[in-house]
């Protein structure tokens, strides 16, 4: 079971980004999954998550109407669209998945997830 996080990089305040998160080894079709990030010197925090169809979101209040989670299920690859982006996103980015067909928004709020994939890194300058 992997899940590969991609798309990081070094981009200018108010520019945009798009982070990949490719599942192997196992269908993650059938799962919800999220974004979270961690910060330097701070606490990993929740960023936005999706139910296992795609058809709910739930987003932090810091990024709601700037970044965008979705899905390709055909693909197992799960997107965060980081748009109007801020010196504050500046974190290591990370992908995980809830092995629980049920979404429920809080489970990710609280980090409640069942297996994390490996970081990607995005800095913004101001």
């Known amino acids: 079971v992997q899940l590969q996080a991609s798309g990081g990089g070094l981009v200018q305040a108010g520019g945009s980004l798009r982070l990949s998160c490719a599942a192997s080894?196992?269908?993650?079709?059938?799962?919800?999954m999220g974004w979270f990030r961690q910060a330097p010197g701070k606490e990993r925090e929740f960023v936005a998550s999706?139910?296992?169809?795609?058809?709910?979101?739930d987003y932090a209040d810091s990024v709601k109407g700037r970044f965008t989670i979705s899905r390709d299920n055909a693909k197992n690859t799960v997107y965060l669209q980081m748009n109007s982006l801020k010196p504050e996103d500046t974190a290591v980015y990370y992908c995980?998945?809830?092995?629980?067909?049920?979404?429920?928004?809080?489970?990710?709020?609280?980090?409640?997830?069942?297996?994390w994939g490996q970081g990607t890194q995005v800095t913004v300058s101001s």
């Open positions: 995980a998945v809830k092995w629980l067909i049920r979404y429920s928004p809080d489970d990710f709020r609280g980090g409640s997830v069942d297996y």
């Open positions: 080894g196992r269908t993650f079709s059938n799962y919800p």
């Open positions: 999706i139910s296992w169809a795609g058809g709910s979101t």
